[in-house]
């Protein structure tokens, strides 16, 4: 049984009683896997011929890429892009000899872009993929990221270490 206080604003035991823990926990490994960014553009008179020239040299680029054992599920289609190309204004210091019979902003033809992502899970064939997929057409390698792939795996030790940590 309690007594009743007094002051009717004073907290009861029970809201005025409590614990907070906190616990940090971390965990480190080396990347044991890589998404490359590779790509084809491609320019045309048409839409149609840089569409097909590019889906060409992409499929190349594909084929090529799975002859180094990169299964099919680990190759996606990141972004296809077309877009106009445009005659570009020129200056007296840039004039093309003879002067280009194009009006600036005119459109010249079409740019066709693709741009693949490649999941590695071997580190070391990093070089060959990308000299086989610039030997098979690949003309823009947009970079690559390096991860973990098992990254469950890493935040439950790290959850682990920050219970531990906490009590």
Do not use: H, K
């Amino acid at each position: 049984a309690q007594a009743q206080d007094d002051d009717p604003e004073a907290p009861t035991v029970a809201e005025d009683r409590f614990i907070t823990v906190s616990g940090l926990g971390t965990a480190s490994v080396s990347p044991d896997q890589a998404v490359i960014r590779l790509g084809v553009v491609t320019d045309a008179p048409t839409a149609t011929l840089a569409l097909e020239e590019n889906a060409e040299l992409v499929q190349d680029v594909i084929s090529a890429t799975q002859e180094l054992d990169i299964p099919e599920e680990q190759i996606q289609t990141e972004f296809l892009r077309l877009e106009p190309v445009r005659e570009q204004a020129t200056t007296p210091e840039t004039q093309p000899v003879p002067p280009s019979p194009v009006e600036p902003g005119e459109i010249t033809g079409y740019r066709a872009s693709n741009i693949i992502a490649v999941t590695v899970n071997d580190l070391d064939i990093l070089g060959d993929l990308i000299d086989t997929a610039v030997g098979a057409g690949a003309n823009t390698i947009q970079g690559i990221s390096f991860n973990v792939s098992d990254r469950d795996a890493m935040a439950s030790d790290a959850r682990l270490e920050a219970i531990q940590n906490a009590q």
